[in-house]
Nanobody
């Protein structure tokens, strides 16, 4: 089970850190990812991280502003979002998959979303 936390209202230029807590004993064996869905738009990939954290992947529009990380000891993945823009307003979802490729394209598991609203 995946639970995303940390959404909220922030002004443009501000920062937020989302967390995704995973239950169970298999967290370190899965890759983790973040997706988002803005109003009226399709869900899109944001970032992914491999099981050990040694490999990461970002959508081009997020590079340099967003950082994905994980703490396997805490069964938690994170998404640090800096310099937020109104266009980043969306429901953010965490996901898990058997590999970085899988989690970035067709995750095996989804968590519920957390709403991020960026005001101008």
């Amino acid at each position: 089970q995946l639970q995303a936390l940390g959404g909220g209202l922030v002004q443009a230029g501000g920062s937020l850190r989302l967390s995704c807590a995973a239950s169970g004993r298999t967290f370190s064996s899965v890759s983790m990812g973040w997706f988002r869905q803005a109003p009226g738009k399709e869900r899109e990939f944001v970032a992914g991280i491999s099981r050990t954290g040694g490999s990461v992947q970002y959508a081009d529009s997020m590079k340099g502003r967003f950082t994905i990380s994980r703490d396997n000891a805490k069964n938690t993945a994170y998404l640090q979002m800096n310099n937020l823009e109104p266009e980043d307003t969306a429901v953010y979802y965490c996901a898990a998959g058997s590999s970085l490729v899988i989690v970035s394209t067709s995750p095996n598991y989804w968590g519920q979303g957390t709403l991020v609203t960026v005001s101008s």
